[in-house]
C-alpha cells in the first residue's frame, strides 16, 4: 500500500516539475524611464512585456517614488501625432508587447529625487489575473548636461584642483 502511494506521489512530482519547466513565463523586462530635462515635464517610460501561457491585460503600473503614472498611446489623427490614455493592454499569451516611442508608453510625472540618485525607478506591474511584478526600471537622463556630472565623481573633475 505504501509502495503505491509513495509511485503515486512521485508521478506527481514529475508532473509539477514538467509544468514549470516549459511554456512562457509572463515577465516584464528591459524597462527604462527617459527622465524629462525640463523640471515639472513628465518623463516617459519604456518596456517589454513577455507573454505567459494565458492571455492576460497590463491592467496599471505603479510607484512608490512617483506623484503620478499613466499609460498612454501615441496615435496619429487627422495627420497629428495624438496621445490617448490606455485603461488596459492586452498581453497575448506567448506574445511581446512592446512600450517605445512613439507607440505605447508610460507617462511619468513627479519622479523622487532618491530614485534619480540611484538610477533606478522601482516598478510594480499589476496584470488581470492578479499576478505583479516588480521591476527596478533604469533612469536614463536624456537631452541635458545634468546627466554627466552625476557619475564623473573621480580623477577627470576640473573642480577638484580647487
Ligand atoms: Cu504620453
Redesign the pocket.
Known sequence: MTKHLSIIFASLAVIFLSACGQGDVLRVDEVVVNLSPVDGN?S?GYMTIHGGPDDVSLVSVIADDVMRM?M???VEKDGMAQ?Q?LTEVAVPAGEKVKFEPGGK???IWGVGSGSIQRGTLRMIFIFSNDDRIQVDGVIRQVGGAAAETADEDDTTDEDSAS
Open positions: 513628465p516617459s499613466e498612454h498611446e501615441t496621445m490614455t508608453h508610460l507617462m
